[in-house]
T-cell receptor
Framework: KAGVTQTPRYLIKTRGQQVTLSCSPISGHRSVSWYQQTPGQGLQFLFEYFSETQRNKGNFPGRFSGRQFSNSRSEMNVSTLELGDSALYLC????????????FGEGSRLTVL | AQSVAQPEDQVNVAEGNPLTVKCTYS??????LFWYVQYPNRGLQFLLK??????LVKGSYGFEAEFNKSQTSFHLKKPSALVSDSALYFC?????????????FGTGTQLKVEL
């Protein structure tokens, strides 16, 4: 069974640009969550999608948005990038039968210059 | 608001010795607690969870965790550490109010196992 796949793995952007990150969950998993990991703030929850609906949302500005498609694949978008958005963005999927048991991808490392 | 705290940034232990990584929690109601591990340049991997039942929970790779309600703690343990256990360990609590998979993570504890 393939794991959670995130693309791209690495990317470099400049301030003011926007970025879209993609996540393909484990087959059959309908829940996809996104987390931001930075050395200073640690792991912070961005949002969770379940069956194309946002189920939970963290405390991030509106520049951070996401969506989920009918095949459970998810994307997150960050607009008007700031230096502080440099981070590892982790996607995790869940089957729904074991709440809290998340399967993480390897992440997309975003560097904003 | 619920939270978890990991008081130690780093724990050093010799291979073969027992290890403990500490976690305390603050929640209203019954806690749903988790441990995850992160190896360098990788995503997180689920180790174990406590929802209800026995206070000693067994998980992957020989790890276990002890839930202590009176001390609001959920410490991760392993009887005999391996060099390959060296990694970053996160304690987490699930937000049950939202009905989903939102986890609040601790700041992480770097475990270093030396020969």
């Amino acid at each position: 069974k393939a794991g959670v796949t995130q693309t791209p793995r690495y990317l470099i952007k400049t301030r003011g640009q926007q970025v879209t990150l993609s996540c393909s969950p484990i087959s059959g998993h309908r829940s996809v969550s996104w987390y931001q990991q930075t050395p200073g703030q640690g792991l912070q929850f961005l949002f969770e999608y379940f069956s194309e609906t946002q189920r939970n949302k963290g405390n991030f500005p509106g520049r951070f948005s996401g969506r989920q498609f009918s095949n459970s694949r998810s994307e997150m978008n960050v607009s008007t990038l700031e230096l502080g958005d440099s981070a590892l963005y982790l996607c995790a999927s869940s089957s729904g039968t074991a709440p809290g048991e998340l399967f993480f991808g390897e992440g997309s490392r975003l560097t904003v210059l | 608001a619920q939270s978890v705290a990991q008081p130690e940034d780093q724990v050093n232990v010799a291979e073969g010795n027992p290890l403990t990584v500490k976690c305390t929690y603050s929640v209203s109601g019954n806690p749903y607690l988790f441990w995850y591990v992160q190896y360098p340049n990788r995503g997180l991997q689920f180790l174990l969870k406590y929802i209800t039942g026995d206070n000693l929970v067994k998980g992957s790779y020989g790890f276990e965790a002890e839930f202590n309600k009176s001390q609001t703690s959920f410490h991760l343990k392993k009887p005999s550490a391996l060099v390959s256990d060296s990694a970053l360990y996160f304690c987490a609590v699930r937000d049950i109010t939202g009905g989903g998979n939102k986890l609040t993570f601790g700041t992480g504890t770097q475990l270093k196992v030396e020969l």
